[in-house]
């Protein structure tokens, strides 16, 4: 299939569109790559509204998104745009295991470490905990890793919501590592 100007089509971020656009992506690899690479260029606007594509492309064709994990998870500490980080960790959650081992030790810091920093946006800070929990469920020997992150950042946290978030996470892990 021959490339589509996918920066023109989403000249708004109606609901409407993106259903429209995932429409035409489909389960096409190659128009779901042009996608997700304009979302990746970190252009204002137009680059969240090809990451809210991404997902809902992903969310009908999961397997879209499998080659790209190891690359999304080795960009994702570099993106600084927090509407397409958000969408990306959205994505994340619903595939939270990269085979590539680097990639995956890169997701793991930079979770931890978005865990602990106060200036990152509550959407960050609680995909990272939903997807430490489920990275946790693979390679329990995380867990003890995350229970201590919890511990020292939970106090400082600002958010009710993402504090009993953490400390529901962090009893799980408590009881599971008996700390």
Known sequence: MADIDFETILCDSSRSLADYVTSVVGADPQLFDQVLDL???LKPRIS???AR???LACLKHPELI???LAEIA???PDITDHS??????HILIRHPWVEDEDAMGRLVETLLTWLQDERQDLAAR???INMMEKICEVEPMLGR?????LQESLPGWNSVTLRKQGQKVLTRLMKEHEF
């Open 74 to 76: 080795g960009l994702l």
């Open 48 to 50: 969240m509204r090809a």
């Open 66 to 68: 499998r080659p790209r």
């Open 53 to 55: 594509v991404a997902d």
């Open 145 to 149: 890793e995350l229970a201590l992150v």
């Open 84 to 89: 397409v980080r958000r969408i990306l960790l």
């Open 39 to 41: 979302a990746l260029e």
């Open 126 to 128: 609680s995909y990272s």
